[in-house]
Each structure stands twice: as structure tokens, then as C-alpha cells.
């Protein structure tokens, strides 16, 4: 049976003849459709073949590596006081406090500021004798009163002990060099033992067959300061005089260790 053009007209669906732009955008869109709806059923299905299975994580190595960079220190740090004994507190710690007055007013002298004038120590104690059989006996009294002084200028740091030897301070210990900013000199140490983790990885991959990706993770730790530098008065054998203590400065050495994780591919 023939079909006339007012059976097509009323039809829902368009003919090639009639309209050729809408009858393509069907098409297309009815495409997109069948494969939205395989998509998401490969998706589904997927997901319900992996409940209770934990995504696979990829192999890492884990290296660590350490090393240093050194920097001349530019600033010095020293303890200098007294110890006096006397038979009473009072006087044990009037004698101590003027001759620590005197110190810190010839340390000043120096060009030494204030803020870099600190008491660290200060005590005054009872002195036994436990010589007899009986009960211990109170000879004295013990007053020690000491200062740490910051000395930012390394031409200072003789005259600041020869000033100490001459006010016959009895207590001078703990001489330490430091670099104040160490920033620096930490970031060339972490530099360094950065690129030897690197090449440490890269040789465990090669040796492995595998191919290095990125970094997991990344830790660091510093592996100690330098530690004080003894030093001792050059007493002249004459007396008490002595000449000024020589001392250097050298260098500080910053030594840091890193631990970093990488993919393996």
C-alpha cells in the first residue's frame, strides 16, 4: 500500500527527505546514549567485582642518605664567673656579686652589648665537714655566680678572655663557636645528601629492572651541633700572669640525613 505525504507528516519519525539535519542528530545522540549506558555498566560491574578488595599500591624503595656542608662561625659563646667561699652567705655572696659587677662592667667595656650579658649560674650553699664522727659541721659558705656571654665579633673573643684572666675570674669553661644563621649552610647539606639519595635510587631501580617515579614521602633530621671547644690559659711559670689564650675559630660542620620514598614503575 502506497503511503502518501500526509501519512508521513503525521508520523513521529522524520524522513531522510523531509529532514535530513534532525534525522542525523537523532543518530548521534541515540550513539552517545548506547555507549553512556555500556560505560556505566562496565563501571558498575567493576566495582562489584572488587567490593572488599583493596586497590593495589604501587612498589616503592625507601633511601637514605647524609652529608655536610661547613661555615666559619661568626659568633662565640663563653661561661666565665666565681666561686667564693666565705664564712658566712651574706659575705660569700657580697664578695662574689662585686667581683661579678666588675666583670660584667669590663665585659661592657669591650663593646660587649647588654642583651648579650646573661647570668646562667647563681648559688650560694652551705660547706660541711664531715671529717668528725659526729654530726656534720657548717665551715662556710659557698657562693658561685657565672655569665654567658655572646660574643658576635670574633676579634672580641680574646680580649674577652684575657679581661676574664685578669679580674682572676675562677670559672671560664664552655667556649663554643657557632654560625648564627644557619640556614644556609643546612641548605646545602640537605643539597647534597638529596642527590646522593637520588643516585642511591636510581642504581636500586636499574638494578631492579624498573623505571624511578616520584617521591612518596620525605624526611630529614640534623645529626648533632658541634660541640664546645676545650681550651686552657697559658699561665707563665713566673706567676699568675699568663699571657692572653690564643684561640680559633676553625670551622662548624652541619651534617644532615634525609629518608625519601619513591614509586618503582
Do not use: C
Not at 706567676?239 to 618503582?264: C, D, H, K, Q, Y
Request: glycine content about 6%; overall charge negative; charged content about 20%.
Amino acid at each position: 500500500m502506497a503511503i502518501n505525504s500526509s501519512d508521513r507528516q503525521g508520523s513521529f519519525w522524520p524522513n531522510w527527505e523531509g529532514n535530513k539535519l534532525f534525522t542525523l542528530l537523532l543518530g548521534i545522540l541515540l550513539v552517545y546514549g548506547i555507549v553512556f549506558i555500556w560505560t556505566k555498566t562496565r563501571e558498575s560491574m567493576y566495582e562489584t567485582n572488587h567490593i572488599g578488595v583493596a586497590d593495589r599500591e604501587p612498589p616503592t624503595i625507601s633511601v637514605s642518605a647524609t652529608d655536610s656542608a661547613s661555615a666559619v662561625p661568626d659568633i662565640a659563646t663563653v661561661d666565665i664567673g666565681y666561686t667564693v667561699i666565705a664564712d658566712t652567705a651574706s659575705k660569700a655572696q657580697t664578695d662574689n656579686s662585686s667581683q661579678m659587677n666588675a666583670l660584667i662592667l669590663a665585659v661592657k667595656a669591650l663593646g660587649i652589648d647588654a642583651k648579650d650579658i646573661k647570668t646562667s649560674t647563681f648559688d650560694v650553699s652551705p660547706q660541711y665537714d664531715y671529717s668528725n664522727a659526729g654530726p656534720a659541721r657548717i665551715t662556710g659558705y659557698q657562693a658561685i655566680q657565672n655569665i654567658t656571654v655572646r660574643i658576635r665579633d670574633s676579634a672580641k673573643v680574646t680580649p674577652v678572655l684575657d679581661k676574664a684572666r685578669e679580674l682572676s675570674a675562677t670559672n671560664v669553661s664552655g667556649l663554643r663557636f657557632e654560625v648564627d644563621d644557619t640556614t644556609s649552610v643546612e641548605a646545602e647539606a640537605r643539597k647534597k645528601a638529596i642527590a646522593k639519595a637520588y643516585a642511591q635510587a636510581l642504581s636500586i631501580a636499574d638494578a631492579m629492572g624498573a623505571r624511578l617515579g616520584a617521591v612518596v614521602s620525605y624526611s630529614e633530621y640534623h645529626n648533632g651541633g658541634p660541640s664546645p671547644i676545650p681550651y686552657m690559659f697559658d699561665i707563665k711559670a713566673e706567676g699568675m700572669g699568663g699571657a692572653a689564650p690564643v684561640v680559633s675559630a676553625g670551622e662548624n660542620e652541619t651534617s644532615l640525613t634525609v629518608n625519601i620514598n619513591f614509586v618503582l614503575e
